[in-house]
Nanobody, 125 residues
Framework: QVRLVESGGGLVQAGDSLRLACTAS????????MGWFRQAPGKEREFVAA????????YYSDSVKGRFTISRDKSENTVYLQMNSLNSEDTAVYYC??????????????????WGQGTQVTVSS
């Protein structure tokens, strides 16, 4: 049973960058599709980015495409989310998860499981 832990969140100013990490225990990412989601106060959790088994295919929401980059490092059993040009609308708790439904929509949280506890990202205006 895979367990995920997110890290790398913090308080930054608009225009700054952060790199989040998601590390697995009880398994590896070699056989798992992965995704990042976020939830801002008073809003529902939304899709951010996802990555295929090999890392050869990536998917992004319109709000982050061109600014965020998802990647995976199999040797470290870690998935990353590089976030550049951050703005106040990026403020949220960021979660990583395993895509457990092989045929499910990459952008739907219903396709994922084994959610981590999340890491807080706060961007001042």
């Amino acid at each position: 049973q895979v367990r995920l832990v997110e890290s790398g969140g913090g308080l930054v100013q608009a225009g700054d960058s952060l790199r989040l990490a998601c590390t697995a225990s009880g398994g590896t990412f070699g056989g798992n599709r992965m995704g990042w989601f976020r939830q801002a106060p008073g809003k529902e959790r939304e899709f951010v980015a996802a990555i295929s088994l090999s890392g050869g295919a990536t998917y992004y929401s319109d709000s982050v495409k061109g600014r965020f980059t998802i990647s995976r490092d199999k040797s470290e059993n870690t998935v990353y989310l590089q976030m550049n040009s951050l703005n106040s609308e990026d403020t949220a708790v960021y979660y990583c998860a395993v895509k457990i439904n092989v045929f499910g929509d990459w952008s739907s949280q219903r396709s994922y499981g084994h959610w981590g506890q999340g890491t807080q990202v706060t961007v001042s205006s």
